[in-house]
């Protein structure tokens, strides 16, 4: 028997007309990433010197200040141009009061890569978390992690960043109110000009599992952060939270973690229209990392893929352990 071919079916429309050459869908492609997009993370401990690995996310570390010049002034020759700073002191106690230390590793490092590297935006994280000595994001008081004293500490904090000379403070702390008071206290301060990018819609999530091991809290945080931090759940609660944070002065709105979480970017871009950033948290890392060194799938399209949804999803940036990989990756 024969198979019959049919040749003509005479068909106006055919998609795959425009899939046909590289130089086709390169014309029609919808979205584009750049490295202006990217923020790179990175872990700032004490000491000099020092490159340790976080063994559960392969190719991040945990680096001195000197180290972490090194690594910004390296990124920027890639043209990833943005670093958002977590510092890892060695002494933490029970109200975080190592958040706003001026010679702390990330005050340090913020002077140290203004220095260095001029051109780079220094964003920093503002939260209690790496800086208590049970891991929580708050004070805690009575088993509660409490609300007003933190916000207190937060802008002590925001205001210490920016003193070191930091473009733009990020609280990761998902306390009511933290915004309004971070704005005050920095306008207080004649930080005028210091940006604040809110982590707004920022879920308790197990993709955050491989950042314990980064920021050295592994075993220290008891309970976890459903208090504070939104239910995966919920849409409608983070469409709140980002209308708070920007009444209260946010000048950038987060989502986090990032790609499970592409409708709330969607529906956080479409109702306010502001910047609006993703955290590929480091969970998300892990997963990509893991699953190519098993051989289940390219890194490299992997990365792309990933980072191309967010932008498709309205993403104006995203946070991301593989921002210097993307940037190498586009350049090509
Ligand atoms: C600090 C903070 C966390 C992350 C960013 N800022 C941890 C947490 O909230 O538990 C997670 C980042 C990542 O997993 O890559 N509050």
């Keep these: 028997m024969t198979t019959q071919t049919h040749t003509s079916l005479h068909l106006t429309r055919r998609l795959r007309r425009l899939r046909r050459s590289e130089a086709l869908r390169a014309m029609v492609r919808e979205t584009r990433l750049s490295p202006d997009m990217f923020v790179l993370p990175l872990f700032v401990c004490e000491g000099e010197g020092i490159r340790r690995e976080v063994s559960s996310m392969p190719g991040v570390f945990q680096l001195s200040v000197d180290e972490a010049v090194k690594e910004t002034a390296a990124a920027h020759s890639d043209g990833v141009r943005s670093v958002l700073l977590f510092g ?21 490092a913020i002077r140290a890569i203004k220095r260095e590297t001029p051109g780079t935006l220094v964003i920093t994280d ?19 992690i409490v609300n007003d004293p933190t916000v207190e500490q937060l802008a002590r904090a925001a205001v210490s960043h920016a003193a ?68 995966p759940a919920n849409i409608e609660e983070a469409l709140r939270e980002v209308e708070l944070d920007l009444a ?4 950038f709105v987060m989502v986090k973690p990032g790609m499970p979480y592409l409708d709330v970017i969607r529906q956080v871009k479409d109702a306010f229209g502001v910047p609006t950033f993703a955290y590929q948290v480091s969970g998300e890392y892990a997963m990509i990392e893991a699953s190519a060194a098993a051989g289940a799938g390219d890194r490299d399209a992997l990365i792309l893929e990933t980072l191309i949804a967010f932008k498709r999803a309205g993403a104006s940036g995203v946070l991301t352990y593989h921002a210097v990989d993307a940037a190498r990756l586009i350049a090509v």
């Design 126 to 144: 503002v939260c209690l978390c790496e800086y208590t000595d049970h891991g929580h994001c708050g004070i805690v008081i009575d088993g509660e």
């Design 88 to 108: 890892l002191p060695d002494q933490k106690d029970d109200i975080g009061s190592g958040a706003y230390d001026p010679e702390a590793p990330v005050q340090s």
């Design 248 to 251: 209260e002065g946010a000048d």
């Design 164 to 231: 070191a000379g930091a473009d733009i403070v990020a609280p990761s702390d998902m306390m009511d109110g933290r915004v309004a008071a971070i704005r005050e206290a920095l306008e207080e301060a004649g930080h005028q000009n210091v940006a604040i990018m809110a982590y707004a819609a920022k879920y308790a999530s197990a993709f955050y599992g491989p950042f314990r091991e980064a920021d050295g809290s592994l075993g220290r945080l008891k309970g976890d952060k459903r208090g504070y931090q939104m239910n």
